[in-house]
């Protein structure tokens, strides 16, 4: 079965602090897509990055990055110089190739919240 | 490009009665899923319709039903309403089904927020 955990429920930075979010993922699925995904107060889950199993190839865009690392199945996500407007829940999702179809499993999200 | 329009925003409905919530996906998108978040249970998978065809299904009772028309616009229902079917119901549409290169990311709309009392 598939899970993702988020650790960290909530986390309160101040302005221009970096911060990172933890995601720990399980499957048993030699081939399978991460993502984390940005939900502000008006609902949306906005789509933030998909990165694949067998490309563990880091990734940066613009003040956000991404820390994919297969040997201890995380894929954390970090804000550089973290603005008020990154205020927000934030999920990290995991889907599989088996069950061919789009299913997302979520984690339980992380709650950031950068004060001024 | 329109994005994941879903409808209505809001809907407020007493116990026992049932609710039919729509989901239009972004243009030449032809998977739709449906999740329901609530505070206590996080962000859990509905189902998931591709071409008209259920394809797949979360752990929910049969009060959850769903369908998908020839033009990839998707309906959800739940009958019987009960005070825990109070949630945020999002509806995400992709562009591919199946595995490999093609896979894309699910596209979410802002969701219908559900009360029941």
């Known amino acids: 079965a598939q899970k993702v955990t988020q650790a960290q429920t909530e986390i309160s930075v101040v302005e221009k602090e970096d911060v990172t979010l933890d995601c720990v993922y399980e499957t048993r699925d030699t081939t399978y897509y991460l993502f984390w995904y940005k939900q502000p107060p008006s609902g949306e889950l906005v789509f933030l990055i998909r990165?694949?199993?067998?490309?563990?190839q880091n990734e940066i865009s613009g003040r956000y990055s991404w820390n994919f690392q297969k040997s201890t199945s995380s894929f954390n996500f970090t804000i550089t110089a973290s603005q008020v407007v990154d205020s927000a829940v934030y999920f990290c999702?995991?889907?599989?190739?088996?069950?061919?179809?789009?299913?997302?499993?979520f984690g339980g999200g992380t709650r950031l919240m950068v004060k001024p | 490009k329109a994005g994941v329009t879903q409808t209505p925003r809001y809907l407020i409905k007493t116990r026992g009665q049932q609710v039919t919530l729509s989901c239009s996906p972004i243009s030449g998108h032809r998977s739709v899923s449906w999740y329901q978040q609530t505070p206590g249970q996080g962000l859990q998978f509905l189902f998931e319709y591709f071409s008209e065809t259920q394809r797949n299904k979360g752990n929910f009772p049969g009060r959850f039903s769903g369908r998908q028309f020839s033009n990839s616009r998707s309906e959800m229902n739940v009958s019987t309403l009960e005070l825990g079917d109070s949630a945020l119901y999002l509806c995400?549409?992709?562009?591919?089904?199946?595995?490999?290169?093609?896979?894309?990311?699910?596209?979410f709309g802002q969701g219908t927020r559900l009360t029941v009392v």
């Open positions: 995400a549409s992709s562009l591919a089904w199946t595995g490999g290169a093609a896979h894309t990311e699910a596209f």
């Open positions: 990165r694949n199993s067998f490309d563990e």
């Open positions: 999702a995991l889907r599989d190739d088996n069950n061919a179809g789009n299913m997302l499993t």
